[in-house]
């Protein structure tokens, strides 16, 4: 048995205990029994249509089928997440039961409330991913270049544009909110889609509107190699990563592949460096940072597209021989969910959003994305544009 489908059977036998749990308690307190039929038939139907969701091609399906099981998840996680939070808080009125007293009812009516809240905070989700905010940061930087003191850079990441099936809506503000910044480069770290590169199509004409002094840099992510896909052969993967290739090229963006591009401010000049994809399993390793960066001029600051924020941890964090001054990523998402400056990632990852700094004051700043997966929703961790500002170390 695959794993999927076991922890899918043990998930369905858990909410069965959990709709049996509320259908009990709603027969119990209600007079007319039709209440308590009534919620367990819609709980069947729940069930069965979740079933179905989860059992639709996610690899092999269209966009339009993956849009679908994205709103069904959401749909489906907002209506028994609400349940979890009741029943846990209702568990916790009945404590006193134990020692012969009378539960504890105005924490069951908190948990009624609480649900509420939970489920309104789901759809809220929905709502604020299509929200942008920008963050400006200032990056001092040792040995900065007096020609690039004040160098502004724009970074996005993780768009996944496949989740908008086509729309290119939320995209064209991106792009116009980007323009409006008047930096002097933008950069893209990764995750421009979530199957294929075929995602790319309806945007490539939205994203070449990108206006900035220097261009746009970019980087592969995980989801831009078609690993979340089935093919029929290896040349259909290949045929699909130098789509890949050409839509970036057509946007007009400069797309590193383990390699650098130097920028010149007069005298001075810096090294954008781009490597593909490396990080931490299950994600696969493409990437060659010794490739990318054995021709650069060591006395040359560095800034490094990279997007998994293991990366840093695994090769650059306190390696003084590698000295990379700045290094710019993406791929946690800060899971989709970021309250109160706290987020669900900081268990999967040491780094997940924000400004990092090592004991040789090389930077790593990892942008919380502006796209989604799996689930078309963002509680907090609201789209980001980072707006950073080189400053140098005096």
């Not at 819609?42 to 089928?65: N, Q, Y």
């Not at 069904?72 to 009945?94: E, M, Q, R, T």
């Not at 001029?297 to 840093?312: G, M, V, Y």
């Amino acid at each position: 048995m695959r794993l999927p489908i076991l922890l899918m059977i043990i998930f369905l036998l858990l909410n069965g205990v959990v709709d049996y749990y509320l259908y009990k308690l709603i027969k119990y307190k209600g007079k007319n029994k039709i209440w308590a039929k009534s919620y367990a038939l819609f709980s069947i139907i729940v069930a069965i249509a979740i079933v179905g969701i989860i059992s639709l091609p996610r690899r092999t399906g269209s966009d339009d089928t993956l849009y679908f099981i994205m709103y069904g998840l959401v749909s489906y996680f907002s209506i028994y997440l609400p349940k979890y939070v009741y029943i846990i808080i209702d568990l916790i009125a009945k404590i006193p039961l134990l020692f012969r007293r009378k539960r504890w009812k105005y924490i069951s009516r908190l948990g009624i409330i609480v649900a509420i809240i939970a489920f309104i905070s789901m759809w809220w989700g929905v709502y604020n991913r299509n929200n942008i905010e920008e963050k400006y940061v200032d990056v001092e930087i040792i040995a900065l270049p007096k020609a690039f003191d004040g160098y502004r850079i724009a970074q996005i990441s993780d768009l996944h544009v496949g989740s908008y099936n086509k729309d290119t809506t939320f995209v064209a503000k991106l792009v116009e909110r980007l323009n409006l910044l008047n930096v002097d480069a933008v950069v893209f770290t990764g995750d421009i889609v979530n199957r294929n590169s075929a995602e790319l199509l309806p945007f490539v004409k939205t994203l070449s509107r990108i206006k900035t002094k220097d261009g746009v840099f970019s980087v592969l992510g995980n989801h831009d190699y078609g690993d979340y896909s089935d093919w029929e052969s290896d040349s259909a993967k290949q045929a699909n990563m130098q789509l890949m290739y050409d839509l970036q090229k057509q946007m007009n963006w400069r797309l590193l592949l383990n390699e650098y591009i130097t920028i010149f401010r007069d005298k001075d000049s810096i090294a954008v460096i781009g490597v593909e994809n490396l990080g931490d399993p299950p994600f696969k390793n493409y990437g060659s940072l010794e490739k990318a960066d054995s021709l650069i001029d060591r006395s040359i600051t560095k800034i490094l597209l990279s997007h998994n924020p293991a990366h840093w941890d695994q090769q650059i964090k306190d390696d003084k021989e590698i000295n990379i001054a700045l290094t710019l990523s993406g791929h946690t998402h800060a899971m989709q969910m970021e309250l109160f400056g706290i987020s669900p990632a900081v268990f999967r990852y040491k780094h997940w959003g924000g400004l990092y700094i090592d004991s040789l004051q090389q930077k790593l700043y990892v942008n919380t994305g502006v796209g989604t997966v799996a689930m078309p929703m963002r509680i907090g961790a609201t789209p980001e544009i980072t707006i950073l500002t080189l400053r140098a170390n005096k």
